[in-house]
């Protein structure tokens, strides 16, 4: 019998490969996902070095001074080591700064104009199409742990705070229907995600710019409004946290929905300074003097609620009254978690045209070491409240000898602190959520055994 030559397949073309490097805050991370999962569904491949990579993509933070400096040095590291590569994220917005240290860059794109970074991508080294290949997981490629995941809601900001440029950088605030946060936030639990963070620039303000038009997600109609959208995340079975809230009035709704344990009690909520003046030099939003009587409020109506903020000392005109004032306000407060900043002018930013005096660097760094001195007899004072209790952990690391670190419903993944636990059954993984005793606590972090 005539044998006939299998035709064999023909050997499928290396994928191109790209090196993502994220700066920046989580709102930047969320925008690297965007831009990974496209690349992914086109066919590349993530490259883990620069080296290995076709071409490299520094997705930058525009934020400080600080951020601008590590942006650039990082753009440099990955001409140095590459050559071809793209910059976007937040500097993206002011090409002119990063072409005058880094002429050579290949392209130069704004925040969230993932097409243009994508088409630059395509410039440099073309997809591999391969259409029978399904290389996108459904809820899109995260670059954080499978079991937790940050959901943005909106872009932009409406506020004018002087110390701040991301309106400039970002534009005003823009909302996403909610029934569309919805489906991605459907999308992300039925691929394994047990905890939300919920993220914008304003996330009370969220919807004001479409007038908080309803959208409906299977068959119910949702209003693009913070307590409805907080309501419907709680429904989705896990864990819920909300970041950068302002103190508006409806938030006092919210914290009715954490006390009945639909989403998390845990509020980041960055006050930025305690003391009028300073607060009126800054122009933030929803300041009010009663704020600390809201805050006892929602503590009579949640308990449990864990606040989180941060402060900026030394902006320009703050006195040591005024600072004394914040600190005295901290211990009133008892705020649990708190991240402080020195600080620092940043090009654009309407706080440098007030015409008020610059605070010497050593009176920052001596407010700085004060200020975290005080909170830090605050922390310790409310995380000694929680031995004794039981309380539920996510796990996000096992060591496989039964270590393991999870964390507490007061505690934001990377910024917040940890639950160390110890006796932990094998059958325990990353993402279960399981009770805890806690046995001991210093000013950041827990620890325990499981119940
Ligand atoms: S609220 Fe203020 S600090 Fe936050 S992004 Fe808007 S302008 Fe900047």
């Known amino acids: 019998m005539k044998q006939t030559a299998k035709k064999l397949p023909k050997a499928l073309k290396p994928a191109p ?19 990974i999962t496209k690349l992914r569904s086109e066919g590349y491949e993530l490259s883990g070095s620069y080296e290995g990579a076709d071409v490299v993509i520094v997705n930058t933070c525009g ?25 976007t994220g937040c500097m993206g917005a002011e090409p002119e700064k ?19 970074v994508i088409e630059a991508v395509h410039d440099i080294v073309a997809p591999v199409h391969e259409p029978f290949i399904d290389l996108v997981p459904e809820a899109g490629l995260k670059l954080t742990p499978r079991h937790y995941a940050y959901l943005k809601i909106s872009e932009g900001c409406n506020n004018r705070c ?26 992300l639990v039925k691929a394994g995600v047990k905890e939300l963070l919920v993220i914008s620039q304003d996330t009370s303000a ?56 639909k989403i998390l009690p845990y509020l980041d909520i960055p006050f930025q300074h305690a003391a009028p003046n300073v607060l009126k ?21 949640c308990p449990e609620l864990t606040i989180r903020s941060s402060f900026i000392v030394g902006f320009p005109g703050e006195t040591e009254e005024d600072f004394q004032f914040l600190l005295d306000w901290l211990v009133e407060a008892q705020i649990d978690r708190v991240g402080c900043f020195k600080y620092e002018p940043v090009d654009g930013a309407t706080s440098e045209d007030l015409g008020l005096p610059e605070v010497p660097q050593d009176v ?84 325990g055994a499981p119940a």
């Not at 952990?393 to 270590?403: A, K, L, R, S």
């Open 63 to 87: 934020f400080l001074e600080s951020a601008q400096k590590e942006s650039l040095d990082t753009i440099g590291e990955a001409m140095a080591a590459n050559g071809k590569v793209i910059v």
């Open 281 to 301: 030099n800054m122009k933030r939003p929803a300041m009010q003097a009663k704020t600390l009587d809201r805050i006892k409020a929602w503590r009579d109506i």
């Open 364 to 447: 920052k760094d001596d407010r700085w070491t004060r200020l975290m001195a005080v909170q830090q007899e605050i922390s310790l004072k409310r995380m000694m409240t929680k031995i004794g209790k039981t309380i539920p952990v996510i796990i996000d690391e096992v060591d496989g000898e039964g270590g393991a670190n999870g964390r507490s419903q007061g505690d934001a993944p990377e910024i917040d602190g940890a639950v160390y636990l110890r006796d932990v059954p094998a059958e325990i993984k990353a993402g279960d959520i399981i009770p805890v005793l806690v046995e001991d606590a210093d000013e950041y972090d827990l620890y």
């Open 162 to 187: 002087t110390f701040c440029i991301i309106p400039k950088l970002r534009g005003d605030l823009v909302s996403r229907p909610a029934a569309h946060i919805m489906y991605e936030a459907e999308n």
């Open 206 to 261: 969220y919807g004001l710019d479409i007038k908080y038009a309803e959208s409906q997600f299977k068959g119910k109609k949702i209003k693009a409004k913070f307590f409805d959208l907080a309501e419907a995340l709680g429904t989705l079975g896990i864990w819920v946290r909300m970041h950068y809230v302002y103190p508006y009035p409806h938030v006092d709704d919210a914290i009715k929905l954490m006390a009945e344990g």
């Open 98 to 116: 990063i072409r005058a240290v880094h002429p050579k860059v290949h392209a130069v794109t704004g925040p969230h104009q993932y097409e243009s």
């Open 17 to 35: 490969k790209v090196g993502v490097v994220s700066l920046g805050c989580p709102k930047a991370l969320v925008d690297s996902e965007r831009i």
